[in-house]
């Protein structure tokens, strides 16, 4: 069997309840064919307020599904944050965290990060940890410090069980949205140079950054990327699928 490829789509702050009824209503005859493919997950990331119709239409295709982000604490006086204990009775099984956008426009630290993922963990989700580094910080030579720091932060101090769980995405912020996509190589550099520092051989890897149909083969290939993390290719189900056909063809 070919290796089992990851498709998870973020889409951020987009997709309102009533959208995200209708992009289920396209999904669903869209995504049959590749049901029962045992080489293939798919995953979708909505905003909190679209997470109902995305349960319901996830439960119903097969899909993994989850949120964006989640709050450390169980509850309390934290106004405008959303807690894990909320999320279950979605039956998320997943949730994103560390996306590079919440690290720079919401400046979550590296610290908040590590709590995030420590307590999701424990409530038996599945985090999806983003890392990866700036332009600014590639050009300086700074690319590995700098994802030393952030994989570590999170991940120093957890069992060789909970570092295996986590799905973990390189996700380059200069290759985010910009349609500027980091080559094969540079991408495999980072994810087989994670594999390595996160010291579990079979942990789950994805790239994120502008991936889509026309570069999903090329980066998709390599030996050790797992599977994509995509943001705008995922807001349409053909564009989304298309990156699993593109790398199948
Ligand atoms: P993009 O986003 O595919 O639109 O570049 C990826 C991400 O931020 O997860």
Redesign the pocket.
Known sequence: MSKKIYLYG?W?MNNTYSETEKFFVDFAPAYAPFKDADDLEVGIFAPFTSLWPLSQGAKKCGIVFGAQNVYYEPKGAFTGEISIPMLKEYDVTHIILG???RRHIFLESDEVIAKKTKAVLDAGIIPVL?YGETLEERESGNTFTVMERQLRSAIDGLTDAEKAKIIY?Y?PVW????GKTATPDQAEEVCAWSRKLIGQPKAVILY????KGSNAKELLSMADIDGA??????LKPASFLEIYTAYKA
Do not use: D, F, M, Q
């Not at 993390?229 to 995922?234: D, I, N, P, Q, T």
């Open positions: 973020n951020k996306h590079s956008e983003c995405a996700e290759a985010i949205g910009t994120g950054g502008s991936v993390l995509v943001g705008g290719a995922s």
